[in-house]
């Protein structure tokens, strides 16, 4: 036990200094924070590495008041991920039913926004904006996790286009 | 040409430049197929993935492996019944994949008794990838998708648990049914295909450059060993043989993954047991990793960095210096949480006989990589195979027979250090610049195939090249539907609490068997 404390003591605090982008003010309806609910819509895993990557200490996403929750009704934001699959548009559509409003929707990866790669296969439908409005997206195949956290306060400032 | 690579006294495969030993044997009749399977089964070979292709001739795949070396055959059917014999009674890891081919192609597994459908959900009218002027191709059933068929347990207090396709967390999706009673699970059902993208459609016709750029993007975090088995397989299909130099760093770029991988899920599985300062404490070296990997390689994830005929990195003096002390400082903090995991009760304790994979069980399905070697399946293609200019460096077999979760934290611990030695030599032997080789082109359709150790395990890959370097058929396998079998087979009897523990430890790809 001692020597994972000592570990723990000895590695400290590495979480980078925030950036503050003035595109990325904080509506009061969210009150600096935010809960994200992921959803991967036929992804090849690469954006879920970068998912998973901004909760490293390093970029540590929970320090900029954000967090992901396992039930969609706890969420302010859908996280979609992937080329949106056929398989997968059920599913969506359903989580995206279950969350309460207001909320924002993000797309992250060249796959999220226009089907990617996989544009044009008999089993994707291309891209989220073929299914949902999207508020945000966050480009690249995977984008960094930098390019993630500020697209998802980016989702705080920017305004629906329809209510 | 229709040689035999077996004769009455043994084996004789063809020796590659690159990789391991490989044959590709067509075959015409049914018949032959499955005594070639019979043969294999016989020889030891596992069953590493069947699949379908539609040139010429539609034709059907399987691939075995073997201590010798990778077999891949090929059999053409017979357009006026599309049927072939199902391998479901050799190799028990055989109906899935034959269920995936009659879903896409519209063949017909003879023989096999499970027809459920697999990879088509019932939204299509007919298989999408069949031949669309053979009407023989269309009669293949679909259902609403909310009426699949899992297995049923009854029994006093038994009930069922299902899971997905949307999980609670940043995870892949897919179908889980479990049948419980209390808190024990009796029977775990997997069901796939919500990930489907259609890949063999888009290999179609592209160019190898495009293919090796969707080959990175089968499953992001294999993007390294996906593009490399690609490639190999393309060079064999063109008959060259890439520059020393790049053989050397495209090993360092598969070790690079397969450290970066291992120490996600070695985090990931202190997590789920409780401990969550593990995560922090990985997460955070494989962040350095990525961070290394963009400044010398261009990317995070290392995707598109193998293309076919070399490489699209070098490395530069400083960068050698740099990775090097990337070795050193892993080498040494991994050592650290390796003790904090060895010492620590309560980890040990959720780790320790959880979730065990039999090693008769794991010899059935032909499961390697990771899982394999955890229950006593010493194959490594790495160590195994002497053809490559890298095995005078290779790393040691890492080998475990207790099967359990405890044992596969325990692999992939020796693995990081095994790979963090073998990644050392080769910076330091570095022959020369790598240098990219030009393809030369043929006028006939040529094929290829290899075989690569991922992180996960054995990734096969097989191509068929048109004149004018045109992709015609393309499939990679990733090892992960062999380790959803693996992970139905451990988790039966354990606590359902301690399935995300299992399932971390196995770490299948859902994009990867999806495809
Ligand atoms: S954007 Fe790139 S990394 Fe993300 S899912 Fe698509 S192919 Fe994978």
Redesign the interface.
């Known amino acids: 036990m001692w020597k994972l404390l000592w570990k723990i003591l000895k590695t400290g605090n590495l979480t980078e200094a925030q950036k503050t982008d003035p595109g990325c003010a904080t509506p009061s309806e969210y009150r600096h924070s935010a809960a994200i609910r992921h959803l991967d819509a036929g992804s090849c895993n690469g954006c879920e590495l970068e998912l998973s990557a901004l909760e490293n200490p390093v970029v540590s996403l929970g320090s900029r008041g954000l967090s992901f929750v396992a039930s969609p009704r706890h969420a302010d934001i859908l996280l979609v991920t992937g080329p949106v699959t056929c398989h997968m548009r059920e599913a969506l559509e359903i989580t995206s039913e279950a969350m309460p409003s207001p909320k924002r929707t993000v797309a992250v990866g060249d796959c999220a926004k226009d089907g990617g790669i996989f544009r044009g296969s008999y089993a994707v439908l291309d891209g989220l904006p073929q299914v949902m409005e999207v508020d945000v997206f966050v480009p690249g195949c995977p984008p960094k996790p930098e390019e993630i956290v500020e697209g998802l306060l980016r989702a705080f400032a920017e305004k629906k286009q329809t209510t | 040409m229709n040689e035999r690579p077996f004769d009455e006294g043994g084996l004789c495969l063809i020796p590659s430049e690159e990789g391991i030993p490989r044959a590709l044997l067509p075959l015409d009749l049914p018949e032959n197929y499955l005594r070639e399977a019979r043969f294999l089964k016989s020889s030891g070979a596992r069953l590493k993935g069947i699949w379908g292709a539609t040139s010429e001739t539609p034709s059907l795949y399987a691939a075995f492996l073997l201590k010798e070396g990778l077999v891949v055959l090929s059999l053409s059917l017979a357009r006026s019944t599309l049927s072939f014999p199902s391998l479901s009674g050799l190799f028990p890891a055989a109906g899935r994949f034959e269920r995936t081919v009659r879903d896409l192609f519209g063949f017909r597994p003879e023989g096999l008794s499970d027809l459920r459908l697999q990879t088509n959900?019932g939204?299509?009218a007919r298989p999408?990838l069949s031949d669309p002027d053979n009407p023989l191709a269309s009669d293949s059933p679909s259902s609403p998708?909310e009426n699949y068929p899992f297995v049923r347990v009854s029994g006093e207090g038994v009930h069922e648990i299902p899971v997905g396709?949307?999980h609670?967390?940043?995870?892949?999706?897919g179908h889980f049914r479990f049948s419980v009673v209390g808190e024990k699970v009796l029977r775990l059902e997997t069901r796939m295909?919500?990930?489907?993208?259609?890949?063999a459609?888009?290999f179609h016709g592209r160019s190898l450059a495009e293919g090796a750029?969707?080959a990175s993007?089968?499953?992001?975090?294999s993007?390294v060993a996906c593009s490399l088995v690609f490639s190999q397989a393309v060079e064999q299909a063109a008959g060259i043989a890439p520059s020393e130099g790049s053989r050397f760093v495209r090993a360092i770029l598969l070790e690079r993954e397969r450290i970066a991988n291992h120490l996600?899920d070695l985090g990931a599985l202190g997590n789920d047991a409780g401990l969550g300062?593990a995560?922090?404490?990985f997460?955070?070296l494989?962040?350095r990793l990525?961070r290394t990997s963009l400044t010398v390689f261009g990317h995070?994830?290392l995707?598109d960095t193998i293309v076919p005929g070399g490489v699209s990195a070098s490395l530069s003096a400083s960068a050698i210096g740099h990775l090097l002390g990337e070795c050193d400082d892993l080498t040494r903090e991994i050592s650290?949480?390796e003790?904090?995991y060895a010492?620590?009760g309560g980890l040990q304790d959720r780790f320790q006989n959880t979730g065990i994979l039999l090693p008769e069980v794991a010899h059935l399905y032909g499961v390697g990589g990771v899982a394999g070697r955890a229950s006593g399946q010493a194959f490594d293609a790495r160590v195994d195979h002497r053809g490559d200019p890298t095995h005078r460096f290779a790393p040691a077999l890492s080998l475990d027979h207790t099967g359990d979760v405890a044992a596969r934290v325990r692999i992939r611990f020796l693995e990081i250090f095994e790979s963090l030695i073998f990644t050392r030599s080769l910076l330091l032997h570095l022959p020369e610049p790598p240098l990219s080789m030009a393809l030369p082109d043929a006028p006939e359709p040529r094929e290829g195939c290899a075989l690569v150790e991922g992180f996960r395990g054995e990734v096969i890959g097989w191509v068929r090249l048109l004149q004018g370097e045109v992709l015609e058929s393309v499939h990679i396998q990733d090892p992960s539907p062999l380790l959803w079998h693996a992970l139905e087979a451990a988790t039966p009897g354990n606590l359902v609490a301690d399935f995300p523990l299992i399932n971390k430890s196995f770490n299948p790809?859902?994009?990867g068997t999806d495809l």
């Open positions: 959900h939204l299509w999408p998708p396709p949307v609670a967390g940043i995870i892949e999706p295909g919500y990930t489907h993208k259609g890949i459609s888009l750029r969707l993007r089968i499953s992001g975090d993007a996600g300062a995560l922090s404490l997460s955070r494989r962040e990525h995070r994830l995707f650290q949480l003790r904090i010492d620590h790809s859902y994009s």
